[in-house]
C-alpha cells in the first residue's frame, strides 16, 4: 500500500529536480559575485578577490564552501571577460549559445567538483592531484589547495545534504542576500585581522621605479597580457600568499601588452603565457627577478616565496665573531636567537635596511655562552647593536621580541633600528665634532709631544683647560689665531724650519707637566696659556682675561720678543 504514495511523489518530484539541475547550472554571476550589472571591471574584480578569499577551500571548511568556490571562479570567468560578458548579457550563456549543455556538479573520491559545460569553455575541477582550470585550448594550471573528505561524514553519497541543494538552489533564484566578509586566517591574518585582504597593484614603469626598484622590498610579479587567460585565477593564490606574508611581500602585476617598454627592460617579453616572477635583493646588493615555474598552490608558492626572501644578514658563529671596523659610518646589529637559519624578519629587515646598517644573525641556545657574557646578554632571542664610534648596546633581549604576527615583528624591528640609527648619527656628529677639534688645535700627548714642542719648534703655544667649557674656549680662540699670519711662519706641529705651533693640555690629567713649568702647577687657574721655547728650556705664561684680542696680544709680544720667559724647572715629559 505504501507504493503508490511513494510512486506518486517521486513522479511530483522529478520536475522539480529537473528544474533544480537546470538552475544550479545557470547560475547568474552577477548574483554569484553581488554585484550590478553595471559594475565596472575594477569593482568585479575587487568582489571576486574578497569572495574568493572567503571560500577558499583551504580556508573555509563550512559546507557549500567548495562549491560556492567554484562558483565564484565560474561567474568571475564569465564577467572579466568582455566578449563572455557581453553574450551572457544577450543570451544568458557566455559562449552566445542560446542554451546550456549540461553541466556537471558532483563529488568524486571525496572532492567536489563542477563544470559550466559547453564547447571551449573553461571550468575549475578539483581531484586528487588539485584545482584546475582548462580551457578549450588545453591550457592546464594546477591549484593543489589539499582539501577534500569522507562523503560518508555528510550523510550523502554526493558529498552534500538536502539542505545544502536547497541552499544554492535559493542562491540561484536570486535570494542569496549578497552580505560576503573578506579574508581568512593564515598566519596572523583573518576575517577579524588589522589587515585587510592584500590588493595585486597594477604596476607600470613610473611605480615600478618609485616603489619596487632597489628599495629593498620582495614583490611577487605577474605578468601578463590581455589575451592570455587564466591570469584571474592565478591571483587570487598569490593575494593570499601575499596576506599570509604581509609586512615581508608585496603583489603586484604587469600588462605587457601596455608596458612593453617595461617588460623589455626586465627581460620577460610580451606573451599569451602568465608568467609569476619574484622581485628581490641578493646578497651582492643588486636586485634579481626570479621566475617561479612550481604549482600554483599557495603553500608551494609560500614555500617559495619564503626561500628567496633577502639573505643579506651575515652567518657568523660566535666562538669566532668581534664586531669588525667597517669603513663606512654604519651601524652594525648581531640577531642572537634559537633559530637554525636566519629568522624571515631578520631577512626582511635586513633587505629593507641593506645600506643603512651592517646585519649579523647567529645561532645560541646558552645565555652563558662567553659572548653573551661579554655584552651583558642575560635573555634569547636579543639583539646587540654596535655603534660606529665602537659602542654597543643591547637594543633588546628576551620575549619581547617574540612578536603575535609577521608585520607586528618587521614594525618592532624598524623601530629599533631607527631609533639605535638616530643614536648612531648623534654619535658619529659628536665624534666628528671632536676629531674636529683635534684637528684644528690638537691634544698634547706623549705620541705628539716631540713635533708639537720639541727643539724643531722656536715657540709652542699650550692652552691649558681643567673643563671642558674652558677646553671649547681656547680652541676657537687659538684657531682663529692659527690661521692668522703674525710674525713668524704658523704651522699646528709640524716642525719644519722657523714655526710655531699650538697644542691643547688637560691639566687634570697631565699635573705632572705643569709641575715642569712651575712648582705649583698653575693649581688656581682653571685656563690659561704657557709659550714655551723648547730649544732654550725657558716657558712665559699668561693667566689674563682670554679673549680673542688679549690672547693676540700675548702672542704678537712673545713672538716680537716683548715677553720675559723663566728657566722651567726640568724638562716637561710624559708619565
Not at 83 to 102: H, M, P, S, V
Not at 294 to 318: M, N
Not at 516 to 531: A, C, E, P, Q, Y
Request: proline residues 4%.
Amino acid at each position: 500500500m505504501m507504493i503508490r504514495p511513494v510512486l506518486l511523489f517521486v513522479l511530483l518530484a522529478l520536475p522539480f529536480f529537473f528544474f533544480l539541475s537546470r538552475g544550479a547550472k545557470t547560475l547568474d554571476p552577477y548574483k554569484v559575485l553581488g554585484v550590478e550589472k553595471s559594475a565596472t571591471q575594477r569593482d568585479i574584480q575587487k568582489a571576486f578577490h574578497k569572495l574568493s578569499l572567503k571560500y577558499h577551500p583551504d580556508k573555509n571548511k563550512n559546507k557549500g564552501a567548495q562549491e560556492k568556490f567554484a562558483e565564484i571562479n565560474n561567474a568571475y570567468e564569465i564577467l572579466s571577460d568582455e566578449d563572455k560578458r557581453k553574450n551572457y548579457d544577450l543570451y544568458g550563456d557566455a559562449q552566445g549559445n542560446t542554451g546550456f549543455n549540461e553541466g556537471n556538479f558532483g563529488n568524486r573520491e571525496g572532492y567536489t567538483y563542477f563544470s559550466s559545460g559547453g564547447p571551449g569553455g573553461e571550468h575549475f575541477t578539483s581531484g586528487p592531484g588539485g584545482w584546475q582550470t582548462t580551457s578549450g585550448q588545453g591550457n592546464t594550471r594546477s591549484f593543489s589547495f589539499s582539501f577534500g573528505g569522507d562523503s560518508s561524514t555528510s550523510g550523502s553519497p554526493f558529498g552534500f545534504d538536502m539542505g545544502d541543494i536547497f541552499s544554492n538552489f535559493f542562491r540561484s533564484s536570486g535570494k542569496y542576500n549578497g552580505n560576503h566578509q573578506g579574508g581568512f586566517s593564515s598566519s596572523g591574518t583573518g576575517p577579524n585581522s588589522e589587515f585587510p585582504p592584500v590588493n595585486i597593484e597594477d604596476i607600470d614603469l613610473p611605480s615600478f621605479n618609485k616603489k619596487i626598484r632597489d628599495q629593498g622590498m620582495t614583490w611577487l610579479l605577474l605578468f601578463y597580457s590581455s589575451s592570455s587567460k587564466g591570469h584571474n585565477a592565478i591571483e587570487s593564490v598569490i593575494s593570499e600568499v601575499a596576506n599570509s606574508l604581509h609586512g615581508a611581500v608585496k603583489a603586484g602585476k604587469i600588462n605587457c601588452q601596455t608596458e612593453q617598454a617595461l617588460c623589455r627592460d626586465l627581460g620577460v617579453p610580451s606573451s599569451k603565457l602568465d608568467r609569476l616572477f619574484i622581485y628581490r635583493d641578493g646578497s651582492n646588493g643588486r636586485d634579481s627577478l626570479l621566475e617561479y615555474n612550481g604549482e600554483f598552490d599557495p603553500r608551494s608558492l609560500k614555500s617559495f616565496c619564503q626561500d628567496h626572501l633577502p639573505r643579506i644578514s651575515e652567518r657568523v658563529d660566535l666562538s669566532r665573531f668581534e664586531f669588525p671596523s667597517i669603513n663606512e659610518n654604519l651601524p652594525q646589529v648581531l640577531l642572537l636567537s634559537t633559530k637554525k637559519d636566519t629568522p624571515i624578519m631578520w631577512r626582511v629587515i635586513s633587505g629593507l635596511y641593506r645600506k643603512r646598517f651592517a646585519f649579523y644573525d647567529a645561532e645560541v641556545h646558552d645565555v652563558s655562552h662567553p659572548f653573551l657574557k661579554k655584552y651583558e646578554v642575560k635573555e634569547l632571542p636579543a639583539l646587540v647593536g654596535r655603534l660606529s664610534n665602537g659602542d654597543t648596546y643591547v637594543l633588546k633581549a628576551g620575549p619581547g621580541i617574540a612578536v603575535k604576527d609577521l608585520q607586528s615583528g618587521i614594525n618592532e624591528l624598524k623601530s629599533l633600528l631607527e631609533s639605535f640609527e638616530r643614536k648612531n648619527k648623534a654619535a658619529s656628529s659628536h665624534s666628528k665634532k671632536t676629531e674636529s677639534q683635534e684637528k684644528s688645535i690638537p691634544l698634547l700627548t706623549p705620541s705628539n709631544m716631540n713635533t708639537l714642542c720639541g727643539d724643531a719648534t722656536p715657540v709652542c703655544f699650550i692652552g691649558v683647560f681643567r673643563s671642558q667649557k674652558a677646553r671649547e674656549k681656547l680652541d676657537n680662540i687659538l684657531s682663529a689665531l692659527s690661521r692668522k699670519t703674525l710674525v713668524r711662519k704658523q704651522s699646528q706641529g709640524l716642525g719644519h724650519g722657523d714655526s710655531i705651533s699650538y697644542s691643547l693640555l688637560d691639566a687634570k690629567k697631565q699635573a705632572q707637566i705643569l709641575s715642569s713649568f712651575d712648582r705649583s702647577g698653575f693649581k688656581s687657574f682653571d685656563t690659561f696659556i704657557l709659550s714655551y721655547k723648547p730649544r732654550k728650556g725657558k716657558f712665559a705664561a699668561y693667566t689674563g682675561e682670554l679673549t680673542m684680542e688679549e690672547v693676540e696680544k700675548f702672542v704678537g709680544s712673545v713672538l716680537n720678543g716683548d715677553v720675559i720667559f723663566t728657566k722651567i724647572r726640568q724638562n716637561p715629559t710624559f708619565k
